[in-house]
């Protein structure tokens, strides 16, 4: 048995869908065949970027979902902020607004998964 990677030119039709979802939310999307790279600015000005891996939409949404559940705006805010307590990087001086667009970030994945999720397994219209 071969151990040679599958890399696929052309998305499944449940990754296309999500792509769609996504730049619905103005997210920027690119995928490389291993998965995707979603990107999008936050109203603090961060170019806020993530990599999720996965080739179906099944494998993606549950991946994207494990990625927020392990994301920490304040973990991410530490590597913003420099020797004096303050933004560094291009990061907004005050602590409580790096938290703050870290936080943002956050919530903007979770809006991101709750249209995949409608995407991926729409409810039926009750009649």
């Known amino acids: ?12 039709f449940s990754v ?4 769609a979802a996504a730049e619905e939310l103005d997210w920027k999307v690119t995928y490389d065949g291993e998965g995707l790279e979603l990107e999008k600015y936050s109203s603090f000005g961060q170019d806020f970027i993530c990599n999720i891996k996965g080739v179906d939409g099944g494998v993606l ?3 994207l979902e494990s990625y927020i559940e392990s994301y920490d705006p304040c973990e991410e805010a530490v590597k913003w902020v420099g020797e004096d307590g303050h933004g560094k990087n291009g990061a907004p001086d005050d ?8 936080e943002e970030c956050q ?9 995949w999720e409608e995407t991926l397994w729409p409810k039926k219209k009750s009649i």
């Open 61 to 63: 949404f549950r991946n």
């Open 107 to 115: 919530n903007m994945m979770k809006e991101l998964l709750k249209k």
């Open 16 to 19: 296309r869908l999500l792509i």
């Open 95 to 102: 602590l409580r607004d790096i938290i703050s667009d870290m």
């Open 1 to 12: 048995m071969s151990n040679k990677k599958i890399h696929m030119e052309k998305p499944l």
